[in-house]
């Protein structure tokens, strides 16, 4: 019985790993993607994901999210995943649009349809769940169970000095997505930068990509090769060498296995006040605020054993494009 998701991204160059992954994953269906703003704005989300939902033939609806953060003006990342999103990827225009329904209320709409059996998987920043907690308050006991990439708990930011980009975006919305969800029958997952920035690609892996492009001729294969070149591009130009870092994947897989890391459970919150420090996570260790653990957060990563789990999948699961 394959797991139902519905995938919350701003995508961006790791999501669309992502989306490739869940559809090339036997165990896995996705069944509906939101298109958050952050790596891009929406418009450009949206285009992404509907686009690679038919390249990857995922039968699902795809609904536009919000124009904008709930409080923070917004910010986008052309610097990282390129102005389209997808680095030097080129896209066809999608053939669909996606509907009216907003982003929000296909989460509700999901949950709803059938209670306790969503995961739900959040690759980009929470304005949109956020949006869907004030319609329907009862989503942490309707979905199975919310797995979430973002946050730096004990560990410096990527964009802020302590803060990590989804929550960045919009920290209101992760604030609110957090305590909501303290409810929840499972604590949700957290992979934080501690986690994901142990996942590291190097020329070897692009190597695979462009290995599995040329022997299956997937359009998929071939833009995350362009987006990865991209990719590994800025994060030369930032210091970390020709490589990159590759955070959604691995909060995916987690979600998808239970592989590749293991958990613990923590209090944790979103800085908002803070002049330095506003949406930073905060996870407090020794209990000083006297609340519960709100989430399991992701640890002792094995990056090697994920990586080659993630591209055997691709490679088994991304059909030769002559396979229509
Ligand atoms: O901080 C990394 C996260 O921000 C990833 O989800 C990346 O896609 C961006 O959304
Ligand atoms: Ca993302």
């Known amino acids: 019985m394959a797991l139902p998701l ?17 559809a090339a994953h036997p ?48 910010m986008y990342a052309d610097d990282t995943h390129g102005p389209g999103g997808l680095g030097h990827a080129v896209l066809p225009a999608p053939s669909r649009t996606g509907g009216p329904r907003s982003g929000a209320q296909l989460w ?29 308050p009862e989503l942490p006991r309707l979905l199975r169970r919310l797995h979430i990439m973002g946050g730096a708990i004990h560990h410096r930011g990527n964009t802020g000095a302590t803060s990590e980009w989804n929550i960045a975006v919009d920290p209101e919305a992760a604030q609110r997505v957090l305590s909501v969800f303290s409810s929840a029958p499972q604590r949700p997952v957290m992979g934080a930068l501690e986690a994901t920035e142990s996942v590291r690609f ?11 492009a040329e022997s299956t001729g997937h359009p998929v294969a071939q833009i995350l090769v362009d987006a990865l070149r991209f990719y590994f591009e800025f994060h030369e130009a930032d210091g970390f060498g020709w490589s990159a870092h590759v955070h959604d994947p691995l909060v995916t897989a987690h979600a998808v296995t239970g592989d590749f890391a293991g ?50 999948a691709l490679e088994a699961g991304l059909a030769p494009a002559s396979a229509g």
Do not use: M
């Not at 692009?206 to 290995?211: K, P, Q």
């Open 6 to 22: 519905l995938v919350d991204c701003d995508t961006g160059i790791d999501d669309a790993i992502a989306l490739a992954y869940l």
């Open 263 to 312: 958990t613990r459970p923590l209090a944790v919150d979103v800085e908002l006040a803070g002049t330095l420090t506003r949406g930073q996570t905060v996870g407090d260790e020794l209990g000083r605020w006297g609340r519960e653990p709100n989430l399991e957060v992701l640890t002792d990563v094995r990056p090697g054993e994920f990586i080659e789990h993630l591209l055997t």
């Open 108 to 136: 509700v709409d999901l949950a709803r349809e059938r209670p306790g059996e969503l995961t739900g998987l959040v690759l980009g920043p929470h304005t949109n769940l956020a949006l869907a907690l004030e319609i329907e």
């Open 27 to 74: 165990k896995a269906r996705v069944s509906g993607i939101v298109s958050t703003g952050g790596n891009v704005e929406v418009g450009a989300v949206h285009r992404n994901n509907l686009v690679l939902a038919e390249l990857l033939g995922i039968d699902a609806p795809v609904a536009r999210g919000a124009e904008r953060p709930l409080v923070q003006e917004p």
């Open 202 to 212: 190097t020329q070897r892996e692009l190597d695979r990509f462009a290995a599995l």
